[in-house]
């Protein structure tokens, strides 16, 4: 990228990030797709992620992988190569499972496992974590002294939007330091615009899918110049991949997952041509290292 004019502001880096996990592993196709069958499906989330990890090579771009404890069990090559291209490795959990419907003592299980297997993978220490689905909820915020507990330095997991799975829509927009009873947590919350009393996703994801490309460029455009801050991106690599088995589910789940999956990768593409991104840690971590209060 070409170097910014003298006097003229550095354009904002965002944070781009992945959810490395399969088609069968959403929530929302869930009965289709229970647990103890997902190795009777067809694995595409290797290939899937070799796709976003050259287009970021094309892009010149650097971003968070949060993958899947299950997954990184069975493509261990695929965390190598995710770590050796300078992505950041963080966690997605192990098996996909809803925070909100865990016990601590299970959650302290899973993300305890996952971060060994992936730090023993990518050679590095795990400082991230998200919730599938964006569990972390108001019912679930017991999660977050468990994650500090366990060494992690920052969570993703809170949605602050009203949804009909997740959010905790009055949470903070941006990322904040969260003192927990246990010590302190930087929460890195997926992003959205305020519009009137309501926060609005442009975060991403199926909304990157289903709502109009100008409203994504227009929402991180406006979080970066208007109110001077990054905007924390994610999609998931079945997300470019319109061939993929389709699974029986509700009309609306299917529409979620399954409509325009055509325009993911050429979408992406033009993104990270008109804004910046680097991953969570370069981004964002470093300016929430040593702060001794939280935002409320």
Same mark, same amino acid.
Do not use: M
């Given at each position: 990228m070409a170097a910014t004019p003298p006097g003229v502001p550095a354009p904002i880096v965002n944070a781009m990030s992945v959810d490395v996990e399969d088609y069968f592993h959403v929530s929302a196709l869930a !009965?289709?797709?229970?647990?103890?069958?997902?190795?009777?499906?067809? *694995?595409?989330?290797?290939?899937?992620?070799?796709?976003?990890l050259q287009v970021f090579d094309d892009k010149g771009v650097r971003a968070t992988f949060f993958v899947?404890?299950?997954?990184?069990?069975?493509? *261990?090559?695929?965390?190598?190569?995710?770590?050796?291209?300078g992505h950041e490795v963080a966690s997605h959990g192990h098996a996909h499972a809803l925070v909100?419907?865990?016990? !601590?003592?299970?959650?302290?299980?899973?993300?305890r496992r996952t971060k060994g297997v992936l730090e023993a993978? +990518? @050679? +590095?220490?795990?400082?991230?974590?998200?919730?599938?689905?964006?569990?972390?909820?108001?019912?679930?915020?017991? +999660? #977050?002294?468990?994650?500090?507990?366990?060494?992690?330095?920052?969570?993703?997991?809170?949605?602050?939007?009203?949804?009909?799975?997740? @959010?905790i829509p009055g949470a903070p927009r941006h990322p904040h330091v969260l003192r927990r009873a246990t010590g302190t947590l930087v929460e890195v919350p997926p992003s959205t615009v305020r519009v009137g009393p309501l926060n609005l996703p442009i975060a991403g994801g199926g909304y990157?899918?289903? #709502? *109009?490309?100008?409203?994504?460029?227009? @929402?991180? @455009?406006?979080?970066?110049?208007?109110?001077?801050?990054?905007?924390?991106f994610y999609l998931h690599p079945w997300e470019v991949d319109p061939d993929q088995p389709q699974l029986p589910g509700s009309v609306l789940s299917r529409f979620r997952h399954y409509h325009r999956l055509r325009e993911t990768e050429p979408r992406l593409r033009r993104l #990270?041509?008109?804004?910046?991104?680097?991953?969570?840690?370069?981004? #964002?971590l470093q300016k929430f290292i040593v702060p001794q209060t939280a935002e409320s």
């Open positions: !009965p289709a797709a229970p647990r103890d069958r997902w190795d009777t499906f067809e *694995p595409r989330v290797e290939r899937n992620t070799e796709r976003l899947l404890g299950w997954v990184a069990e069975r493509c *261990p090559a695929l965390v190598r190569r995710i770590a050796a291209a909100y419907e865990q016990t !601590p003592v299970q959650f302290q299980e899973d993300v993978l +990518a @050679g +590095a220490a795990v400082q991230g974590y998200r919730a599938p689905s964006y569990s972390i909820t108001a019912r679930s915020l017991w +999660a #977050l002294d468990v994650l500090v507990d366990e060494g992690y330095r920052y969570d993703a997991s809170i949605f602050p939007i009203h949804h009909d799975r997740y @959010g990157f899918r289903l #709502l *109009p490309y100008r409203w994504t460029a227009w @929402g991180i @455009g406006r979080v970066n110049r208007v109110e001077g801050r990054p905007v924390i #990270l041509s008109e804004f910046r991104f680097d991953s969570i840690a370069k981004t #964002l």
